[in-house]
């Protein structure tokens, strides 16, 4: 069993966002990785997609979710399960939002670009 404390948890910036990894293959979660994502007021994710399954709740805020062709208001508590390879995004509400993740260890984050890369949150 492995534990790793509050203070322990290694923080990351990425586009104005907060991102707080909570489990990662790097430090013992061999296949998951769990993370926070602290999106403030007005702010939000870029549209992209995974090579692997995304599961997400909002804790706190609100936010517009852009998956595939629909569009959804989504609250504190509600949770989505984004399908494989489903372009996908967000708009944060006017009080911001924090959403908690859990992913396959190694999940391709892939841009509107084409390019992809594996997060350090996710490794």
Do not use: K
């Amino acid at each position: 069993m492995s534990i790793e404390r509050a203070h322990e948890h290694p923080t990351f910036e990425a586009g104005g966002n907060t991102v707080t990894s909570l489990a990662a293959p790097s430090r013992g979660a061999t296949e998951a990785a769990l993370f926070r994502t602290e999106v403030p007021p007005g702010g939000g994710i870029p549209r992209h997609h995974h090579d692997h399954l995304d599961v997400f709740t909002l804790e706190r805020g609100s936010c517009t979710f852009f998956v595939g062709d629909e569009v959804v208001e989504v609250g504190p508590g509600d949770s989505m399960v984004i399908p494989i390879g489903v372009w996908h995004h967000l708009e944060a509400g006017p009080d911001g939002a924090t959403i908690t993740v859990a992913m396959l260890g190694g999940t391709l984050f892939i841009r509107e670009d084409g390019s992809g890369s594996v997060p350090p949150w996710l490794s």
